[in-house]
């Protein structure tokens, strides 16, 4: 059989290859920040440097993000109104709207604001710090730049990931409730009583430690984008792209490893699922 036969399998398995390579220096430098972390927090995480990182990616990402919950909310009342007023369950709309709302809808549409928003522009920021050799000034100056840059990041996103999801998760509430309500005519209170009986206690921690681990891996994998970006303008543009993406692709393998770990608590603690007559 002739080699060239083999050159498409060759070239899979050489992308095969580098790609495990790329992940396990992912992993390497992960390990070095977590560690750096760990060991010195006071050193890492200094009030000064935290406290602006914050301000951005919380405060100033609270818009944006209620009003995607906002808009939400108001879209998937809309839009499922009448298949389930065909079925006589337009009461029950609440409870299901909000269940996933808050167990699912907010916490990932929070993390993809934060990873388009802040992401990009950490991948940037660094990767620029690359390209203008601040980053081989601060080794030479006897600082870790994985320790000073990373930690503040990394606990920023898992801090304000979660408090933005609050803010999701209620304005998606209310823009269901809006609608369902004062459009077509569903009781309050019932709106509320079968929001209660979806909803269990475990449920909106199950959000928020959602939020917490995808606001880690957006900070972990914005900042390995950017200290690992090519040099040059290009280099920080793909940099902060890449960063978006890959942070995306992990939001969704998350959810999806701990859609399955929540279940199985909740079945554990309390059972098994809500039933709702």
């Not at 060239?4 to 060759?10: L, R, T």
Request: aromatic content about 8%.
């Amino acid at each position: 059989m002739p080699i060239a036969a083999f050159a498409p399998v060759s070239a899979l398995g050489s992308r095969v290859h580098d790609a495990i390579g790329r992940f396990g220096l992912f992993v390497r430098f992960s390990g070095q920040a977590l560690g750096a972390l760990i060991r010195s927090p006071r050193a890492t995480l200094r009030w000064r440097e935290l406290a602006p990182l914050l301000l951005e990616v919380g405060t100033a990402s609270i818009p944006v993000v209620a009003l995607t919950g906002l808009m939400v909310g108001l879209i998937l009342s809309i839009e499922g109104y009448t298949q389930f007023a065909a079925i006589g369950a337009e009461r029950r709309m609440g409870g299901i709207i909000n269940a996933n709302v808050v167990k699912q809808i907010g916490p990932v549409l929070a993390a993809v604001m934060v990873a388009g928003r802040v992401g990009g522009a950490i991948a940037a920021e660094i990767g620029a710090m690359r390209i203008s050799e601040q980053l081989d000034a601060m080794r030479a100056a006897g600082a870790n730049p994985v320790a000073r840059l990373v930690g503040p990041r990394v606990v920023a996103c898992m801090v304000m990931t979660p408090i933005l999801t609050v803010y999701s998760d209620a304005l998606g509430a209310f823009g269901a409730w809006a609608v369902l309500t004062q459009v077509y005519g569903v009781p309050s209170t019932e709106y509320w009583h079968y929001t209660s009986l979806f909803l269990v206690t475990l449920d909106p921690l199950n959000g928020l430690l959602k939020a917490a681990c995808f606001g880690g891996a957006i900070g972990l994998i914005s900042c390995y984008k950017g200290f690992s970006c090519a040099p040059g303008a290009a280099g920080v543009g793909r940099a902060a792209t890449s960063a978006f993406v890959v942070s995306f692709v992990a939001i969704v393998a998350i959810n999806l490893l701990l859609v399955e770990f929540m279940n199985a608590l909740t079945v554990w603690i309390y059972g098994g699922l809500p039933r709702v007559l």
